[in-house]
């Protein structure tokens, strides 16, 4: 069974900073796309960083210039580096991962973690 599992969130202050993780594991062969959603109460599930495995990098308008996204491809994980914090960045923040699990997979199989909690508030 794979699986990818977050830690890292919290509560901080507004303008403070968090360090998300998240590890995938099991039967792995690869790992491609490497992502961080969130999703804030009432509203959608939102994309807020990816990164492939050649290490190129897209970022939501809303977290560009504060956030940071990179991987360690010899541990399957990706972190996500939250600064300037701001209370509209509350949310679940979810780690996705695109991967096989044999050399003989015709498809990626998309895998979701199951959310942790950021609260930025004073």
């Known amino acids: 069974q794979v699986q990818v599992v977050e830690s890292g969130g919290g509560l901080v202050q507004p303008g403070g900073s968090l360090r998300l993780s998240c590890a995938a594991s099991?039967?792995?062969?690869?790992?491609?796309?490497m992502a961080w959603y969130r999703q804030a109460p009432g509203k959608q599930r939102e994309l807020v960083a990816n990164?492939?495995?050649?290490?190129?990098?897209t970022y939501s308008d809303s977290v560009k210039g504060r956030f940071t996204i990179s991987r360690d491809n010899a541990k399957n994980t990706v972190y996500l580096e939250m600064d300037s914090l701001k209370p509209e960045d509350t949310a679940v923040y979810y780690c996705?991962?695109?991967?096989?699990?044999?050399?003989?997979?015709?498809?990626?199989?998309?895998?979701w973690g199951q959310g942790t909690q950021v609260t930025v508030s004073s």
């Open positions: 990164i492939t495995a050649g290490g190129r990098t």
């Open positions: 996705y991962a695109d991967l096989k699990r044999s050399r003989y997979s015709t498809v990626w199989l998309p895998v």
């Open positions: 099991g039967i792995i062969f690869v790992v491609d796309i």
